[in-house]
T-cell receptor, first 113, second 108 residues
Framework: GAVVSQHPSRVICKSGTSVKIECRSL??????MFWYRQFPKQSLMLMAT?????????EQGVEKDKFLINHASLTLSTLTVTSAHPEDSSFYIC?????????FGQGTRLTVV | KNEVEQSPQNLTAQEGEFITINCSYS?????LHWLQQHPGGGIVSLFM???GKKKHGRLIATINIQEKHSSLHITASHPRDSAVYIC??????????FGEGTQLTVNP
């Protein structure tokens, strides 16, 4: 099956620094990529939808200047958490679709100290 | 009322038991995913179906579009099936709506 690779799987950073998370579709071209956030014992919360070459569409309540999304090619999208704070600590997961199925990355556990 | 309702929220079974997880949704959909999330967090799409029934090994998924209901069945359950199972209807633009998930624990 199709593979979506997400890196890093875990990251610990200091408060005030920025963290970049990469999401790559390895064997297909992803027309759309989704970024989700998940708190413990809760379901996935959609943060934004990105299409290659265009600006991401952010969900209500998600700060676009805080969570920068770049979808530079059909196989790569990045999420940058800028000026991270402890409340940004969470599990972030991407999903890529070729308009037929959805494939998920392994997720990134972000801890801001 | 949530757009996607899953039941049960938690399920504990003995190895070998037949398991059913139900999903009802109120949104219009083009298809529905059943996802599996292991404790490490990674998510795997088990099925995507838009009608009828699909089977992969010990897993069976069914959907009734008219009744807006889907079920996931696991036959001969095994401890390695322990995970969170999530129902995710797919609406317009490939966007998924997620159920709260069912935590399944299969004891040996």
């Amino acid at each position: 099956g199709a593979v979506v690779s997400q890196h890093p799987s875990r990251v610990i950073c200091k408060s005030g620094t920025s963290v970049k998370i990469e999401c790559r579709s390895l064997d297909f071209q992803a027309t759309t990529m989704f970024w989700y956030r998940q708190f413990p014992k809760q379901s996935l919360m959609l943060m934004a939808t990105s299409n290659e070459g265009s600006k991401a569409t952010y969900e209500q309540g998600v700060e676009k200047d805080k969570f920068l999304i770049n979808h530079a090619s059909l196989t790569l999208s990045t999420l940058t958490v800028t000026s991270a704070h402890p409340e940004d600590s969470s599990f972030y997961i991407c999903s890529a679709t070729d308009d037929t199925e959805a494939f998920f990355g392994q997720g990134t556990r972000l801890t801001v100290v | 009322k949530n757009e996607v309702e899953q039941s049960p929220q938690n399920l504990t079974a003995q190895e070998g038991e037949f398991i059913t997880i139900n999903c009802s949704y109120s949104v219009g959909i083009s298809a529905l995913h059943w996802l599996q999330q292991h404790p490490g967090g990674g998510i795997v799409s088990l099925f995507m179906l838009s009608s009828g029934k699909k089977k992969h090994g010990r897993l069976i998924a069914t959907i009734n579009i008219q009744e807006k209901h889907s079920s996931l069945h696991i036959t001969a359950s095994h401890p390695r099936d322990s995970a969170v199972y999530i129902c995710a209807p797919k609406g317009s633009g490939s966007r998924l709506t997620f159920g709260e998930g069912t935590q399944l624990t299969v004891n040996p």
